[in-house]
């Protein structure tokens, strides 16, 4: 644990942190939840365990941003140019920030989240890195190669800075620093800007720091923390070991933790668990969690989207029970943070596979795997729970169980066909996360039989028409649906009857027959017998009438009536058919030469709204000759489709002198 995470409630769980996770299964935990942060570019961060919240350091817009344990936004401290470093003191209740821009220290009330001082450190100085221990804030500064370590003394009177402390130890970067109240009267130094990756361990108990031991560790370090009992460090690195143990007494490794390539942060809980986390944007998985220590494999997760984790951006809740994980960005307006809730658990993968086609009745095999990062115990069972259509909610039909490698294999004989799906499931634990995958099949049923009468049958306009479905065989279901589509896209598809067939497996309907019509039969199908649709399309003609008026008498020629007209009179033929937006009808003339009918013309017209049409024939008019009209609504051609052809009777005349 490191100062800027250190609290009194941590102490409190330092103590009693074997008594607290020692026995008992986990409950259920919540979901874990990212969040976006306001901050830019994230420098620095520290848990403030005793307020409850967290602090942020945002580079590029020279602020500070307070949230609290959800993510939620509570102060935002502004006017610090270039700010990076954090360190918080649980025993003044303040957070020191290093502003390197502005060449000084600011101190903020943890509490009121405001500034309550400030150190200037000396111009050109660009302080960049803090810590506090004892009533002393110990910070580094310069650059490059002329990089030192320095202090502010707060034990007298009034603040006291002093420079190039570094008890002649020559630094390529300013160093970080990092404390703990458990290691009283010591200072880690770090170079974290060179490959050799030194460490210094400084005695800091005269307030004049002396070397007590350094060592290089062959990397770049990024983040260092202190175990529990404040004896040792835990470092994450570029190079070498990327995570390892080293003892405080004289930097001896201790523990090296296998994972990451490059370690970007690492975090101690209050029980020791160590959480370390990657900055690299293709390395997975990114977050580590050792929670059987270095020699076991760690619980690992994928966290990022296009980056990786932030360095120094790993914290547990003062309790141990969550983990926050700021993410790396420096080029948006936010920055990402999750919020583990269960983070000692290892994550479980499911996996399920089966044949894409089966036969119902016949044994199918469904296999897949249960992973994680350390391997589930062999025997581990899983729930199998099978979904079809005679258990639309889903049946239990037994477990499976992992074997060595994680692998599960079993049997089932569908008793029902259709689509049927299986669910594994592992039900998680103290350990190991919930997990579940399934797998569909399509199993296979018989045909079955339907039937639907008057296909391509042709009725008067306006007649009802029964319509007849006929249902073979099935299983258990007995439903027929009944649909009418009139046609045109103003009339749409409508279920007009749904019910169980009768004992012979009928099933009608009356259609009122204004329009050709697409009747549909349907049958859902059961389990053990497939859907099928059927469809019937019966035609309606329209009402189609013809009169002729002007004519000054009525005789037959024949066994035919004939209307007599005046040469100079010209005949009115009125049409009556039943009307439809746009509709038209076709007059047709033919006239009788030498007792055969020839046509002498045809043309449309447009009908009323009242679907009445009255065209007058004009003259001059030949005698003698007998003549014949009729009106007709051709599909199609009469400016719609939604009936069929239909001719009105002929009517005859004849012009006389």
Same mark, same amino acid.
């Given at each position: 644990?490191?100062?800027?995470?250190?609290?009194?409630?941590?102490?409190?769980?330092?103590?009693?942190?074997?008594?607290?996770?020692?026995? #008992?299964?986990?409950?259920?935990?919540?979901?874990?939840?990212?969040?976006?942060?306001?901050?830019?570019?994230?420098?620095?961060?520290?848990?403030?365990?005793?307020?409850?919240?967290?602090?942020?350091?945002?580079?590029?817009?020279?602020?500070?941003?307070?949230?609290?344990?959800?993510?939620?936004?509570?102060?935002?401290?502004?006017?610090?140019? $270039?700010?990076?470093?954090?360190?918080?003191?649980?025993?003044?209740?303040?957070?020191?920030?290093?502003?390197?821009?502005?060449?000084?220290?600011?101190?903020?009330?943890? @509490?009121?989240?405001?500034?309550?001082?400030?150190?200037?450190?000396?111009?050109?100085?660009?302080?960049?890195?803090?810590?506090?221990?004892?009533?002393?804030?110990?910070?580094?500064?310069?650059?490059?190669?002329?990089?030192?370590?320095?202090?502010?003394?707060?034990?007298?009177?009034?603040?006291?800075?002093?420079?190039?402390?570094?008890?002649?130890?020559?630094?390529?970067?300013?160093?970080?620093?990092?404390?703990?109240?458990?290691?009283?009267?010591?200072?880690?130094?770090?170079?974290?800007?060179? @490959?050799?990756?030194?460490?210094?361990?400084?005695?800091?108990?005269?307030?004049?720091?002396?070397?007590?031991?350094?060592?290089?560790?062959?990397?770049?370090?990024?983040?260092?923390?202190?175990?529990?009992?404040?004896? =040792?460090?835990?470092?994450?690195? /570029?190079?070498?070991?990327?995570?390892?143990?080293?003892?405080?007494?004289?930097?001896?490794?201790?523990?090296?933790?296998?994972?990451?390539?490059?370690?970007?942060?690492?975090?101690?809980?209050?029980?020791?668990?160590?959480?370390?986390?990657?900055?690299?944007?293709?390395?997975?998985?990114?977050?580590?969690?050792?929670?059987?220590?270095?020699?076991?494999? #760690?619980?690992?997760?994928?966290?990022?989207?296009?980056?990786?984790?932030?360095?120094?951006?790993?914290?547990?809740?003062?309790?141990?029970?969550?983990?926050?994980?700021?993410?790396?960005?420096?080029?948006?307006?936010?920055?990402?943070?999750?919020?583990?809730?269960?983070?000692?658990?290892?994550?479980?993968?499911?996996?399920?596979?089966?044949?894409?086609?089966?036969?119902?009745?016949?044994?199918?095999?469904?296999?897949?795997?249960?992973?994680?990062?350390?391997?589930?115990?062999?025997?581990?069972?899983?729930?199998?729970?099978?979904?079809?259509?005679?258990?639309?909610?889903?049946?239990?039909?037994?477990?499976?169980?992992?074997?060595?490698?994680?692998? !599960?294999?079993?049997?089932?004989?569908?008793?029902?066909?259709? *689509?049927?799906?299986?669910?594994?499931?592992?039900?998680?634990?103290?350990?190991?996360?919930?997990?579940?995958?399934?797998?569909?099949?399509?199993?296979?049923?018989?045909?079955?039989?339907?039937?639907?009468?008057?296909?391509?049958?042709?009725?008067?306009?306006?007649?009802?028409?029964?319509?007849?479905?006929?249902?073979?065989?099935?299983?258990?279901?007995?439903?027929?649906?009944?649909?009418?589509?009139?046609?045109?896209?103003?009339?749409? *598809?409508?279920?007009?009857?749904?019910?169980?067939?009768?004992?012979?497996?009928?099933?009608?309907?009356?259609?009122?027959?204004? /329009?050709?019509?697409?009747?549909?039969?349907?049958?859902? $199908?059961?389990?053990?017998?497939?859907?099928?649709?059927?469809?019937?399309?019966? !035609?309606?003609?329209?009402?189609?009438?013809?009169?002729?008026?002007?004519?000054?008498?009525?005789?037959?020629?024949?066994?035919?009536?004939?209307?007599?007209?005046?040469?100079?009179?010209?005949?009115?033929?009125?049409?009556?058919?039943?009307?439809?937006?746009?509709?038209?009808?076709?007059?047709?003339?033919?006239?009788?030469?030498?007792?055969?009918?020839?046509?002498?013309?045809?043309? !449309?017209?447009?009908?009323?709204?009242?679907?009445?049409?009255?065209?007058?024939?004009?003259?001059?008019?030949?005698?003698?000759?007998?003549?014949?009209?009729?009106?007709?609504?051709? =599909?199609?051609?009469?400016?719609?489709?939604?009936?069929?052809?239909?001719?009105?009777?002929?009517?005859?005349?004849?012009?006389?002198?």
């Amino acid at each position: 644990m490191r100062t800027r995470r250190i609290s009194t409630a941590t102490a409190f769980a330092v103590l009693f942190s074997s008594v607290v996770l020692v026995g #008992g299964s986990a409950s259920t935990a919540a979901a874990d939840s990212r969040v976006q942060v306001p901050v830019t570019w994230l420098s620095d961060s520290v848990l403030d365990g005793a307020n409850q919240r967290l602090f942020l350091s945002d580079r590029s817009s020279g602020k500070i941003v307070a949230s609290d344990f959800s993510g939620r936004t509570l102060a935002t401290i502004t006017g610090l140019p $270039g700010v990076t470093d954090l360190a918080l003191s649980a025993e003044t209740n303040t957070l020191y920030a290093a502003v390197p821009y502005a060449d000084k220290i600011v101190a903020v009330d943890a @509490s009121k989240l405001r500034v309550t001082a400030e150190y200037p450190t000396g111009e050109g100085t660009k302080p960049s890195t803090v810590a506090y221990a004892d009533g002393r804030i110990w910070f580094g500064h310069g650059e490059n190669w002329d990089s030192a370590l320095g202090s502010v003394d707060l034990t007298g009177a009034e603040p006291v800075v002093e420079l190039d402390q570094g008890a002649g130890f020559n630094w390529s970067t300013p160093p970080t620093l990092h404390t703990d109240p458990l290691a009283a009267g010591t200072l880690v130094a770090v170079d974290s800007g060179i @490959s050799n990756g030194p460490i210094v361990v400084y005695d800091i108990t005269t307030g004049v720091p002396a070397i007590r031991v350094h060592e290089n560790t062959d990397g770049f370090i990024r983040d260092v923390d202190f175990t529990p009992d404040g004896q =040792n460090i835990v470092v994450a690195g /570029r190079r070498g070991p990327s995570v390892a143990e080293y003892r405080l007494s004289d930097l001896a490794e201790q523990r090296v933790f296998r994972g990451p390539k490059e370690g970007a942060s690492i975090a101690v809980a209050p029980d020791g668990t160590v959480a370390t986390g990657t900055a690299d944007w293709f390395e997975a998985p990114d977050l580590y969690v050792y929670t059987r220590g270095a020699g076991q494999t #760690g619980s690992t997760r994928n966290l990022h989207d296009t980056t990786g984790l932030a360095e120094r951006g790993l914290h547990w809740s003062p309790d141990g029970t969550k983990l926050f994980a700021l993410h790396d960005t420096h080029s948006g307006p936010t920055t990402p943070m999750t919020i583990l809730t269960a983070p000692r658990s290892y994550v479980t993968t499911t996996t399920a596979s089966a044949p894409a086609k089966a036969t119902r009745g016949k044994a199918l095999t469904v296999s897949g795997r249960t992973s994680a990062s350390l391997p589930l115990p062999a025997g581990t069972q899983l729930a199998v729970v099978r979904t079809d259509m005679e258990s639309p909610k889903g049946k239990a039909i037994g477990s499976a169980k992992v074997d060595a490698k994680g692998k !599960y294999t079993f049997k089932d004989t569908p008793p029902a066909g259709g *689509k049927v799906t299986y669910k594994v499931t592992f039900a998680g634990n103290g350990s190991y996360t919930k997990s579940a995958a399934s797998a569909s099949v399509a199993v296979s049923r018989a045909a079955v039989s339907l039937k639907l009468n008057r296909n391509k049958a042709l009725y008067a306009y306006n007649k009802n028409v029964s319509f007849t479905a006929t249902l073979g065989k099935t299983h258990k279901n007995r439903v027929v649906e009944l649909w009418a589509d009139p046609f045109g896209a103003d009339k749409p *598809k409508k279920l007009v009857k749904k019910a169980k067939v009768n004992s012979k497996g009928n099933l009608s309907v009356t259609v009122n027959m204004k /329009r050709d019509t697409t009747v549909t039969a349907v049958f859902a $199908g059961d389990a053990r017998y497939a859907p099928k649709t059927v469809k019937s399309t019966a !035609y309606a003609k329209v009402n189609a009438s013809l009169k002729l008026s002007k004519h000054y008498k009525t005789a037959k020629i024949g066994k035919t009536s004939y209307a007599y007209y005046s040469k100079k009179k010209n005949p009115d033929f009125t049409t009556n058919m039943t009307y439809h937006k746009g509709r038209k009808h076709l007059l047709t003339l033919q006239l009788n030469y030498q007792g055969t009918w020839y046509d002498a013309g045809q043309q !449309y017209f447009g009908l009323g709204s009242s679907g009445k049409s009255i065209v007058t024939l004009e003259g001059p008019h030949d005698v003698g000759y007998k003549m014949r009209v009729r009106t007709s609504y051709i =599909n199609g051609s009469s400016g719609d489709s939604v009936n069929s052809t239909t001719h009105s009777a002929w009517k005859y005349f004849i012009f006389t002198k």
